[in-house]
């Protein structure tokens, strides 16, 4: 019988995130100020986050231990496994080898709570009593309420008013969890009131959402915020995914040749990727690591490279990146996850220096390898996840044609139990090619009088 | 770091089945035939079950092989991880060491797979093409689904129509492993014609769903039919959960004073606790099983040992069991895996001879417990699997109120993810205090006229 499941201790959790700054000849350039457009420096997220995570956001160290508390609470569900696809090599009937690092095995069913604790963690231990957040489709809400709750702080998310009507089983996963859910727009805040004044029957957005949890934490002394993706902490936290792959991958006598993840602000695939490009940059090893999005949101193939907001308000700090504009909407895909405009910044400057590469699927083209899969290795995937999946499927199928056996990993982020509304529809027929074309992208970009990147 | 999760490798996946009729002091009484009332053979079966399954429905023999296609299909989630309890330990401050086996790892989050594979499997060894079955929550339903897509059988699920209508997120999990799913009463057989001839909007019941899967295996000729827990051949195949956890609870260098678990129809039950007993007869050990139900559906804690109908409309063999009387109707709790009137036959034996216990929570106590589980050890536990968790954190309270420590085993068969609803209903203080009275079960009882057992 052949192993399918290479597991790791609990002893063998990482006991330090990998930071790729380190090691990238270019560094990505500074962020700057939404008003001077000068530099700014780490004070200027003292109202938001706690210093240490601020630390972490502009450290160029190599290593950053993990502290015990946390390895703790990780080890109620990772290690995770990684899981050789025996299934899918044969339903696709390819001479290449595929594995996949499971990820939906946490207490929430993603990735998501692999940064969810650390900042919980930095912020308990900073006297932070709570924690805001928003949240679209509830994954990365629902991860910040299990941690929140383990370290004893209070939560608030600020849920999209159109998801918190139509998804009401994440919601209830938040309370279960201790959590407080509002639907955002609310009447909890100033940015909140002001919104419903003008329309009481909106159904919200992410940029409301962000700004509502902004001003709690930013007019609350003992209030902080928490972010689930694009920022350096965050990805720092997930590279907990790929080190345990390399152990994995390493047990299994194998190395991968080909490494993939979904790609929405970039912490699924920078968790995944950043330690096998470790191995690229110390042993000058080759591994192609891929960034896989949907057509519908291809900021890292069809994006420009450029200064611009992390929120649709202009808030935030501007932050070099590839990007759709912030003012870029789009299409009401069920991976909700991968609807953001722009790419994190470390990503963007190793997009940049070629030492990544993007591919983008369509909506129709993930499902159909979402149910592969599926029926053939069992689990059935979250929407984002499908996105890697379709990546992976198409390398193997290459290697078919070409007749060579290339090793291809991808990060399978979660389970799709809470996403069944999708499949639904994809049986029904409703899910349909969706591509932009290129005078929607030119609008989105036009409306863009950010800084420009020489 | 204290090790939470002890795991196994897949080479350690039982080899064999245990079966616990072999060292029964007493054997379970034989069946006897719904007319005669005569002792019925193996041949009766043989309209609805691949000779192999019936073979293990009746064997003595003390150990069956698991056939190495099982088990490679088990390999996609088992061996199941064993958790020592440490956050609900904490949180109660109890004295007493607690461990937890979990099932929701399985692709469709239960325990339900460990038989559904192995009948799918017998079935198309034999030459089978199409597997029907009845599912009310969907559970079951779901599990068959996977397991007949695996050995590329066709499976037709019978889905109770209010469940077909309020849940159709597990309708669309089993689409996805490819099965057909009717809401019952259907066109498709003539027990659903009839009945839908009569009141065209009915919202359908198990006994009409059972009635309609056997309909369809018993008049075609490549169609056999399947049930999910009850019989001796579903418990058998369970049994690969409390080999694993002994392997574990030595791997842990402890063993359980008491093993506990959910009881429906015992499936989940035998699961856990029949390699438990076998220590008790070979090793002379005092190992406490207990079968933990609902106070709305009590037959163990205060039903009557006598024949039975297996269904509600009197088609089955009449079984020697615990029962409330088949037309007994539950109430409409959450734990829709409860909800069923007998006790499978080996389960009311061991009962009867005191070789095991029972005990029943209120509703109520149960979403209390599975709450505080959720925050103390971050998993959100399925409505069925909380009656297991109640009882676990009796036995630890009593512990501490003796000043005692206990090692309790618990089986969590698994999460919760497709019943938000009732955690919703739960925080909205819907969910209420439950229990039957005297004169209820009376009245239930006395409209039996099947043969009772002296």
């Not at 350039?29 to 200027?44: Q, R, S, V, W, Y």
């Not at 399978?412 to 969706?434: P, Q, R, S, T």
Request: hydrophobic share 35%; with cysteine; glycine share 8%.
């Amino acid at each position: 019988m052949k192993t399918r499941k290479i597991l790791l201790t609990e002893k063998e959790i990482p006991e330090k995130w990998y930071n790729v700054i380190a090691d990238m000849p270019n560094k990505p350039l500074p962020p700057l100020h939404p008003g001077t457009k000068e530099p700014i420096g780490p004070d200027a997220l003292a109202p938001l986050f706690p210093m240490e995570l601020i630390k972490q956001e502009v450290t160029t160290d190599k290593w950053v231990e993990i502290p015990d508390e946390v390895r703790n609470i990780y080890s109620l569900w990772r290690p995770t496994p990684l899981y050789r696809a025996y299934g899918l090599e044969k339903a696709l009937d390819t001479p290449a080898k595929i594995y996949y690092k499971y990820e939906g095995t946490s207490p929430s069913g993603s990735h998501k709570p692999n940064t969810a604790v650390p900042q919980a963690y930095y912020n308990m231990k900073e006297g932070v009593k709570r924690i805001t957040t928003e949240t679209g489709a509830g994954q990365w809400g629902s991860a910040l309420s299990f941690a929140c709750n383990h370290f004893g702080l209070d939560c608030e998310v600020y849920m999209v008013r159109l998801s918190y009507d139509h998804k009401p089983y994440r919601k209830t996963m938040m309370n279960t969890w201790g959590a407080k859910v509002f639907p955002s727009p609310s009447d909890a805040t100033e940015a909140g009131r002001k919104i419903l004044a003008q329309d009481p029957n909106t159904t919200g957005s992410l940029g409301i959402a962000i700004s509502e949890a902004i001003e709690r934490a930013a007019t609350n002394e003992d209030t902080k915020y928490a972010l689930g993706s694009v920022l350096n902490h965050v990805k720092l936290h997930q590279t907990i995914v790929g080190q345990e792959a390399i152990k994995q991958m390493e047990k299994a006598g194998d190395m991968p040749d080909i490494v993939i993840a979904p790609f929405g602000g970039g912490s699924n695939f920078a968790g995944l990727s950043f330690p096998f490009l470790r191995l690229n940059f110390e042993e000058g090893r080759n591994i192609r690591c891929i960034a896989s999005e949907p057509t519908s949101c291809p900021k890292l193939t069809r994006g420009v490279f450029r200064y611009d907001f992390g929120d649709t308000v202009g808030m935030t700090p501007l932050l070099p990146m590839y990007t759709l504009g912030h003012n870029f909407v789009p299409a009401p895909i069920h991976a909700g996850g991968l609807r953001y405009h722009g790419a994190g910044v470390i990503v963007s400057q190793l997009l940049r220096d070629k030492l990544i590469e993007a591919v983008a699927h369509d909506n129709l083209e993930v499902f159909e390898a979402g149910v592969l899969f599926a029926r053939s290795e069992g689990i059935v995937p979250a929407p984002e996840a499908t996105h890697g999946i379709a990546t992976a499927i198409a390398e193997a199928k290459k290697c078919k044609e070409e007749g060579v056996s290339k090793t291809i990993l991808f990060n399978l982020c979660g389970h799709g139990n809470f996403d069944m509304k999708a499949y639904e529809d994809y049986f029904a027929g409703k899910i349909v090619k969706h591509e932009i074309t290129k005078e929607e992208i030119e609008a989105s970009l036009a409306q863009l009088d950010t800084p420009e990147i020489n």
